[in-house]
């Protein structure tokens, strides 16, 4: 896929899904399936983080003079930032807002800065160009809104 269908697909899912995400009940979308499993709050939540750490590596590493190393704990983020005790719909627009912020800055992003790469491994070095880490954020945004809205994508994600 092309940066410009990538940029086209986040915004249509961060359209589409938020609208949709709202609609959850907001017991079901707190309610943990077990107690140590992610709700669906605490998932999109993940996602927020996500999106928080991506945004960075689009930018840093379009400047960067070598590959910037941006890396995160998921578990600590989703922790820190406290999902569970933050409103619903305050949630879901902060994920709207730095999903839209991102389509914006792949748009803004020179083709030249496309095959610039960001270092994303906390123990080794693995380098991946930007554009790849654009379509590898869309294909994780599907894998983990699967988990919230269960079979709206068809999507292996490893």
């Not at 697909?9 to 609609?23: A, C, G, P, Q, V």
């Not at 409103?87 to 879901?92: A, E, L, Q, R």
């Not at 994780?140 to 988990?147: R, V």
């Amino acid at each position: 896929m092309t940066m410009k269908g990538t940029i086209t697909e986040l915004r249509k899912i961060t359209t589409d899904y938020s609208s949709k995400i709202n609609l959850i009940p907001d017991k079901e979308f707190s309610a943990k399936p077990l107690p140590n499993k992610w709700s669906k709050k605490e998932v999109l939540g993940h996602l927020i983080d996500s999106a928080q750490n991506n945004l960075r590596r689009f930018i840093c590493g379009q400047y960067e003079p070598t590959p910037p190393k941006i890396v995160y704990e998921q578990d600590h983020w989703v922790t820190s930032n406290g999902y569970e005790g933050i409103d619903s719909k305050n949630i879901i627009l902060l994920w709207k807002l730095i999903n839209e912020q991102i389509a914006t800055v792949l748009e803004n992003m020179p083709k030249g800065s496309y095959s610039k790469e960001c270092d994303t491994s906390r123990d080794s070095v693995s380098l991946h160009s930007l554009e790849w880490l654009a379509q590898d954020y869309v294909k994780h945004l599907k894998h983990h809104l699967n988990q919230i809205i269960p079979n709206s994508f068809d999507i292996t994600y490893l």
